[in-house]
C-alpha cells in the first residue's frame, strides 16, 4: 500500500507545528479524533483555567465528542452556545469559489 500521501500531510502537518511554536504558539497534531480530544481534554483545557465555552460554528468540537464533554463539565457555568450549529463548506477552483449546501447538525 502506497503510504505517501500519509507522509506528505504528517510532514506538512510537523511543519505547520513548527511554525506556530515559532510564533509563540503552543500546538499539537492529532494522529485521528480521539487523539484529538485527548489532547484536547487533557492538555489544553487544564491549562487554559476557562469556565466559559464558546465556539464559532466548528463541527470539529463536536465530531471529536469534546464540545459534550465540556457540556456535562459542571467546572463550567456558562456557554457562549449557537442556537443551531450549521456545517457549510466552501469549493474554490479556478479562480471562482461556490457555497455548498450547508448541513445542519
Not at 466559559?52 to 471529536?64: G, K, N
Not at 450549521?86 to 445542519?104: E, T, W
Request: aromatic share 10%; glycine share 6%.
Amino acid at each position: 500500500m502506497d503510504d505517501s500521501i500519509d507522509i506528505y500531510w504528517t510532514k506538512r502537518l510537523e511543519r505547520c507545528r513548527k511554525a506556530l511554536e515559532g510564533n509563540g504558539f503552543e500546538a499539537f497534531v492529532a494522529r485521528d479524533a480521539l487523539h484529538a480530544q485527548e489532547i484536547t481534554l487533557g492538555e489544553i483545557v487544564p491549562k487554559a483555567d476557562a469556565r466559559i465555552v464558546s465556539w464559532a460554528d466548528s463541527m470539529t468540537l463536536p465530531r471529536t465528542g469534546v464540545l459534550q464533554t465540556l457540556l456535562e463539565n459542571p467546572r463550567f457555568t456558562g456557554f457562549d452556545v449557537p442556537l443551531v450549529i450549521f456545517s457549510s463548506s466552501f469549493h474554490c477552483s479556478g479562480g471562482s469559489c461556490r457555497n455548498l449546501p450547508r448541513q445542519r447538525w
